[in-house]
């Protein structure tokens, strides 16, 4: 019981944090640049462009602002972008090539650690209901 107040307590305080962060024009014009190429392999010189900093102070910041790096951002949002794309009824290969995986086998093993099942059985799952 003490764990799951525990647990609970946690959550409020992130979502306190989450709310009351300040918005930086810099890195929500990133994460804008991110998303724009979601579809394209992205660079941390191009980002580094995109923010005026140096790569190295963007990696620092970047986590700082979103608490990942910016590679792990990308990769989150386009597996995301990817189950969207599923749930919609879009083919795994098509998904796989859209969302800029080279290949099946790379997206399964990107998309089975994040939400537990392979696209195939997630796709199989949505059919079903």
């Known amino acids: 019981m003490y764990e799951f107040a525990e647990c609970l307590a946690h959550k409020e305080r992130l979502k306190t944090d989450t709310t009351t962060r300040i918005k930086d024009p810099v890195f929500e014009r990133v994460r804008d640049y991110l998303h724009s190429h979601v ?8 980002l580094s462009q995109v923010a005026q900093m140096s790569k190295y102070h963007l990696l620092r910041r970047f986590r700082d602002y979103f608490g990942m790096t910016p590679h ?44 537990g099942i392979t696209p ?3 796709r199989r799952n949505l059919l079903r209901t």
């Open 39 to 46: 579809t394209e392999e992205v660079s941390l010189d191009e």
């Open 120 to 122: 195939y059985q997630f």
């Open 72 to 115: 792990q951002y990308w990769q989150n949002y386009r597996i995301n972008r990817a189950k969207e794309a599923l749930e919609l009824g879009m083919s795994l290969a098509d998904v796989a090539f859209t969302f800029g995986f080279s290949d099946l086998s790379y997206f399964n093993r990107r998309f089975k650690p994040v939400f």
